[in-house]
């Protein structure tokens, strides 16, 4: 290692462990977090190259067999890690000189204790210098270019075209910037940002999110983030629960509701004043949300629930925040490309129907369902809309329009973000109103 920066084992550890155990990368390096005491810089520059060598795997893989006398799967997966850790260093950061590259990689290996896997990793390590990067710009099969499964490829093909799907492709592909949403305009929040020389702007479409570009760790360890002032949130995430509109005084349902953020977005603007029914199918993510909700004081009721056959109490509106693949958040959780296969579409197509289904009984006549989705895939939205609404007509379509940015309407009136024109999540969301 150089200048005894850690930072390169620690992302090794964490990509190995989610390799092997199939866990959400997010996850094990929370985990790993907690367990060790990393710098800053170390927690920072591991976290950057554990995400970026996991979103290119694919095109890391491609780099590597070119180099390997067998089959990489072949590989021990510890081997594969380093190598494709750095493959990445070598031909895809810029700020890595080759040679720290392979040394470093080379250093870390020989803690195997065996001569012979220190060996294979400088000779494949040292192939690198032969592959160019121009080479996979240039590749015909997106999927092989922008590093991503051929079957997300294939649907945005059919849904966006080519030129829009690279945009997409390019767009997932890119580090973005956080958004917050704040409770309030006051001067302690804008203060903080400025003491702690924090470099922000709006964003889209509203003045109650702010979008960090870096010192996010120093907001998050602040008073007024442990006070409830401030929430991590994507914009678009947040405009779900505005398209939802609940009031004062309504009885709301959120029955895909954890980790919470959206249940307490929806406290908020009921002021307090009614009855919020929170529920998940997964205990120890409604023991965090509880546990949270506690500390802000918001009075809301968690249950754990599986909205596909559980009663409810009867509700004015009605989140149902749904089980998905995910792909509208690739950008942040570049793991996602490769926990999902195409096959995942119709299982979570049917859970959704079987959710919308069930959780619509609770629906008061004259009230209003929100189903939303962070996927990009219109199996998994406008479908399942387009078919509970054809087999119960006592449900009707209703417009969102006044009430999320115009800009991220679809034709059928719904919300629906494309990440790379408007910079923000993939997200879907349609209102349905009992007649």
């Not at 950061?93 to 204790?113: G, I, M, Q, R």
């Not at 009855?275 to 997964?282: H, V």
């Not at 329009?401 to 993939?426: A, H």
Request: aromatic share 10%; glycine share 4%.
């Amino acid at each position: 290692m150089i200048d005894n920066d850690k930072s390169r084992l620690h992302a090794y550890n964490i990509v190995l462990k989610h390799e092997s155990t199939a866990l959400q990368l997010k996850l094990v390096r929370q985990e790993y977090f907690n367990k060790n005491k990393l710098s800053s810089n170390e927690r920072n520059r591991s976290m950057a190259l554990s995400n970026e060598t996991v979103r290119w795997k694919r095109a890391l893989d491609e780099c590597i067999s070119k180099s390997l006398n067998k089959p990489i799967n072949k590989l021990p997966l510890n081997v594969l890690c380093i190598l494709r850790l750095g493959y990445y260093e070598y031909v895809m950061d810029d700020l890595v000189p080759p040679h720290a590259a392979v040394n470093s990689w080379v250093e870390l290996s020989k803690k195997f204790n065996n001569k012979k896997i220190s060996g294979l990793i400088n000779a494949v390590l040292r192939k690198a210098k032969y592959v160019n990067k121009d080479t996979f710009i240039s590749r015909k099969n997106l999927g092989s270019r922008f590093s991503f499964q051929d079957w997300m490829i294939e649907n945005w093909l059919k849904k966006y075209g080519r030129s829009k799907t690279i945009n997409l492709c390019k767009y997932l592909n890119h580090k973005h910037e956080i958004d917050l949403r704040l409770d309030t305009n006051s001067e302690e929040i804008k203060n903080l940002l400025k003491d702690k020389k924090i470099e922000w702007s709006f964003s889209p479409f509203s003045k109650n999110y702010i979008r960090i570009k870096s010192g996010l760790r120093n907001i998050l360890f602040s008073n007024i983030y442990s006070k409830g002032h401030i929430f991590v949130q994507d914009r678009a995430a947040g405009a779900v629960v505005e398209a939802l509109d609940p009031l004062p005084g309504d009885t709301v349902l959120d029955v895909c509701a954890a980790p919470g953020t959206k249940s307490i977005y929806i406290y908020e603007k009921m002021k307090g004043e009614g009855k919020l029914f929170s529920c998940d199918i997964n205990q120890s993510k409604i023991d965090n949300a509880v546990k949270q909700t506690k500390q802000l004081g918001m009075d809301i009721d968690w249950k754990r629930m599986d909205a596909s056959t559980d009663n409810y109490p009867m509700a004015d509106k009605i989140l149902i925040d749904a089980p998905c693949t995910g792909t509208g958040v690739i950008a942040r959780k570049p793991d996602i490309k490769w926990r999902r296969n195409s096959s995942d579409i119709e299982k979570f197509t049917l859970l959704q129907k079987k959710i919308i289904n069930n959780v619509s009984r609770f629906l008061k006549k004259g009230g209003v369902i929100v189903y939303a989705t962070c996927s990009l895939e219109d199996q998994e939205n406008w479908n399942v809309v387009r078919s509970f609404l054809k087999f119960n007509p006592d449900f009707k379509l209703e417009s969102v329009e006044r009430k999320i940015p115009e800009q991220w309407l679809n034709s059928n009136k719904c919300l629906e973000t494309f990440p790379p024109r408007d910079n923000v999540d993939g997200m879907f969301a349609a209102k349905i109103k009992k007649c």
